[in-house]
């Protein structure tokens, strides 16, 4: 890239830090050290505001750059992740948000210890927060040096290094001085210019194509060098049975994985009521569910504009075809329409990875704090100790992440959180599910279906072609692959649910039908929620 571009792309990626130092500044002036301000930011934001912040953390690099790659390099194969990130909502609309909201006060442990013995099930669902939300910060991470080494033409690896470090070090700030109030404004401020940006780009390919989709997706077939496979299933999924069976566990995170994301359930601690929370999912989907399909017309537009091929020289996952796309669609790399769509581009993708990583850190130190550490003390005096506690957690979780960032940057970041998702999906989602609904769960069954799917897809994930056995995995020269699919959800998702049925029906443990009977009446009324 010329230095015009760098230059322009620095300058807006300050702005945008700048703007949002400003606002964890601000907040930091005004807040009053509770545990209450600090993970749910007071209570005090509205259905839409909720809904915009919710939006902004769920529209990820995974979203703006993963996809659009994937599309533009496998096609129709390439849009299941719209789908399955589209189809998540409903779940989370019609079985989680307004109940969480009423059941819990900051984290997933706190619905489940609701009826349980604490200390058990809030260690088993606060390491599991912990390990999703770290393999979602990975993802970011990824992106980050994806821009960064697409900024620099790929000559310097330590600045690439330098920009995850940075960007580490940018979200402990973000999380230790401004907590949730502060994260939820970066939140607002980056759904409103991803999705401007967004929208400036669509229009754009349309104009190019004069509106003609049958033209745009015509083109970018001819230009993969696929054909007309390009345009139907099986480009990516489709080989053989065991490619066919990645694409069902890949659905199946997707959908199940949203509604045990910790990050997005603690989004519905931060409005006042229930019937606020499920206004929010309404406007967040309607957010998204622009985006996505927004999404679907710039990945066949990098196919059709600049072509697979230089997608993938820039970035053989492909996390690079959006930037590709406006620096073609703003007249070419010398021009300055070009150089100026780039760098708002890159930089709208900078704020994105910044804004995504500040709420998953917050929504994972809490949990080390609400669950891990407030397991361990007594009662007294822990409420001013659980913040100071979280502040620290989040550079712990920092640092792990930049380190994993670094170790998987040459992997796609939609597929990153799709492991991601496998994992909440397996882990978190059962127990959530079965504390709201089964009268007779137990504190067994609940500690054995976090790590009955926590553990399955942890080890399955390591002994798949992601980390071994393939040119394209972490570790190219070994090979311990005994698992042949990608995405372990298929697997780890039935087996956390089986875990925590078989962990209750052992136990000889009497459920407590009064706790159950109260949790039904809060849960679906609200009755003495916080």
Partial sequence: MTDNHQTLALLLFS???AVTLGITTWVSRHRHGSAEEFYAGGRLFSPMENGFAI????????????????????????????????????????????????CGRFTLAD???????????????????????????????????????????????????????????LMVVYVSFGGMRATTWIQIVKAVLLLGGTVVLTVLVLVRFHGDIDRLLLTAAERSGHGDAFLAPGLKYGGDWTARLDFISLGLALVLGTGGLPHILSRFYTVPTARAARRSVIWSIGLIGGFYLMTIVLG?????????????????????????????????????????LFAVVAAVAFATILAVVAGITLASSASVAHDLYA????????????????????VGIGVVAIGLGLLARDLN???????????????????????LFWRGFTTRGAVWAVYGGLVPALVLVVLSPVVSGS?????????????????????????GFLAGWLGTVTSAELPDEAKHAETEVRSLTGAGAV
Avoid: C, H, K
């Fill in 413 to 435: 970041v939609a597929f990153l959180v799709g492991l991601a998702f496998a994992v909440a999906a397996s882990a978190n989602l059962p127990v959530l599910l079965y504390s």
């Fill in 55 to 102: 939006a902004g953390d769920y529209m990820s690099a995974a979203s703006f750059l993963g996809v659009a790659g994937l599309i533009a390099l496998f096609g129709y194969d390439g849009m299941l992740y719209v789908v399955g990130f589209l189809v998540a909502w409903l779940v989370v609309l019609f079985l989680v948000a307004e109940l969480v909201r009423n």
């Fill in 300 to 340: 066949f537009g990098a196919a059709a504009i600049v072509g697979p091929a230089a997608v993938r020289g820039s970035n053989a996952a492909g996390n690079t075809a959006v930037p590709l796309l406006a620096l073609d669609l703003g007249g070419g790399a010398d021009s300055t329409g070009g150089t100026v």
């Fill in 111 to 169: 619905v489940v210890a609701a009826r349980m013995s604490e200390r058990p099930v809030r260690i088993a669902a606060g390491t599991s927060s912990v390990t999703v939300s770290v393999l979602y910060l990975v993802a970011q991470m990824v992106g980050a040096g994806s821009l960064v080494a697409l900024l620099l033409g790929r000559t310097d690896q330590g600045a690439q290094a330098w920009t995850v470090v940075g960007v580490g070090a």
């Fill in 375 to 394: 397991s361990l003390r007594r009662r007294g005096a822990r409420q001013r100790s659980e913040v100071a506690v979280a502040r620290v957690a989040a």
């Fill in 15 to 17: 702005a945008f830090v």
């Fill in 471 to 495: 040119p394209d995995s972490l570790f190219p020269g070994v090979d311990f692959q005994y698992f042949p699919l990608q995405n372990p959800g298929i697997v780890s998702v039935p087996l």
